[in-house]
């Protein structure tokens, strides 16, 4: 038996795609709040025709009011019934130390977000030990890896721009082929980065493809290591173009800048690494690495700036090792 502990105000209406999934000794308990006071009619229909166990349970508002008392009703449930398997399905991040609190104890719980496909289910989010499981998504099936992206997508951008941004990003992953790795992941997040500039203008553009760097990183990772001799897996959905020639960056700024808004930095961070970094590339000195590191620290004290080169080193070395952009030439 599973039990599912529904956080209404984090997920109000796709947790209803678990009721396809769930079996007849399964329970739903929904926490919601005042907040959460709108049900559509085709929700409540799959509802009344589920025959899974349903509970309610109307929680006291408060700061993180209802992550408390479903955190308190968890406890209490593996009190009474040790053996069950309990899932908390919520984005909420927060959730994870609960998990592994239980495991610890050797309760089976996860964290798990709905999928938003029609035909219901739902994406192992986050079990014990941390990190995000991919094991039940069919990466030879379009339909399932586009509803892996729109799953990823969801919460971190408007909704209304999921589609689009998900189809830009399986269009991105036809870049680059017959690079190296690295290479091919530049050539994707160049893409990326001048197609969202393109379509939602300079300043959305790069709101948009920083709020998603997480989820773009997750994924052309993944894609790379899927067989690279079979055909584009979406490549008969419609939605994109098959084949693209790979984008080479045109510009040594281009080259530089992209591959560091993946990096998990502010972007006025990014910027001056990216300053520095063309500043090295430009001045023809000897040992650029050793260069970059030392003007990080100038820029950014040494405790600091070393912490920053060391969570930007990979990407240096990729850029310092392109040889499209190294070394750049004055004009």
Request: glycine share 6%; aromatic share 8%; charged share 30%.
């Amino acid at each position: 038996m599973t039990v599912y502990l529904v956080d209404m105000e984090n997920i109000p209406h796709a947790w209803a795609n678990l009721l396809d999934a769930c079996r007849e000794d399964d329970r739903i308990v929904l926490f919601y709040t005042d907040r959460v006071s709108q049900v559509p009619i085709i929700l409540m229909e799959k509802v009344t025709r589920a025959h899974v166990t349903m509970e309610y349970i109307k929680c006291f508002d408060g700061p993180n009011g209802l992550d408390f008392q479903l955190v308190t009703e968890l406890g209490y449930r593996v009190a009474k019934d040790p053996s069950a398997e309990y899932a908390i399905v919520s984005q909420d991040h927060g959730f994870d130390v609960v998990v592994d609190y239980w495991d610890q104890r050797g309760v089976q719980a996860k964290r798990i977000v709905p999928s938003i496909a029609e035909e219901g289910g739902a994406f192992p989010l986050y079990n014990a030990g941390g990190g995000i499981e991919v094991q039940d998504v069919d990466f030879s099936n379009p339909e399932s890896f586009r509803n892996f992206l729109y799953w990823r997508l969801y919460n971190k951008i408007p909704k209304r721009e999921i589609s689009s941004v998900a189809a830009i990003m399986l269009d991105a992953m036809e870049q680059g082929d017959g690079y190296t790795e690295d290479r091919r992941l530049s050539c994707r997040f160049t893409y990326l980065d001048r197609t969202l500039r393109k379509k939602y203008g300079g300043e959305r553009g790069a709101k948009l493809r920083d709020r998603i760097k997480t989820v773009s990183h997750e994924v052309f990772v993944l894609n790379l290591t899927m067989d690279t001799e079979e055909p584009p897996l979406w490549a008969d959905t419609g939605e994109s173009e098959i084949c693209q020639k790979p984008e080479v960056p045109q510009t040594p700024e281009d080259a530089v800048r992209v591959p560091l808004s993946a990096l998990d930095l502010p972007e006025s961070k990014r910027e001056t690494i990216q300053s520095i970094i063309l500043d090295v590339l430009t001045s023809g000195v000897d040992r650029q690495k050793s260069a970059i590191y030392r003007r990080m620290l100038s820029a950014f004290g040494r405790e600091d700036g070393t912490e920053t080169y060391r969570a930007a080193k990979g990407v240096i070395e990729t850029i310092l090792s392109t040889p499209e952009i190294t070394p750049v030439t004055e004009g």
